[in-house]
């Protein structure tokens, strides 16, 4: 397996995959009567727990305040996606087929910080991406009509 496709493999399809599963694991979650600040704690608990892991498996260190505070940074925001998420799940007895197509929109609102913060768009093809976001765009629209 060449490069590309091995970053694919890691990068993109097995995180999705991962990604997947955490909706369908926090409205088992919701429905098994968990609230939200328990379930955001036990989430934690998990991520704490990889990353024990992680600091025996992985070799590589590298840590300064700077990439800490955006490290967590990101953990707040995630956390407040999920909240979001979750709360819409018990308050408002939403299904998670209905809502998590939007959480694509994730991809889009990353390419355009992508394109802006880091000059990444002179490294792909441009066209190409603004193409698959007008179907993600449409995708959205069709899941929203769905529900």
């Known amino acids: ?26 409205k088992a979650s919701m429905d098994k009567g968990i609230d ?13 727990l990889y990353g024990i ?16 505070l955006y490290a967590a940074g990101a953990g707040l925001i995630w956390a407040v996606g999920i909240s979001m998420f979750t709360y819409v799940l018990v308050a408002h007895k939403a299904s998670v087929s ?3 197509p939007f959480h694509s929109g ?29 179907f993600m765009v449409a995708g959205g629209a069709m899941v929203a009509k769905a529900s």
């Not at 939200?36 to 704490?48: E, N, P, Q």
């Not at 892991?53 to 700077?66: D, G, M, Q, W, Y």
């Not at 768009?121 to 976001?133: E, F």
């Open 1 to 26: 397996m060449n490069s590309q496709h091995l970053a694919i493999l890691l990068g993109g399809i097995i995180p999705a995959f991962c990604f997947g599963l955490t909706g369908v694991l926090a």
């Open 36 to 48: 939200i600040a328990s379930y955001l704690f036990s989430v934690g608990v998990g991520v704490i």
């Open 53 to 68: 892991v992680a600091l025996f498996v992985i070799a590589e260190r590298s840590f300064n305040v700077t990439s800490g």
């Open 98 to 100: 209905s809502i998590v």
């Open 106 to 134: 994730a991809v889009l609102v990353s390419v355009v910080l992508a394109f802006a913060i880091f000059a990444e768009w002179k490294a792909v093809n441009v066209p190409l991406l603004l193409i698959g976001a007008l």
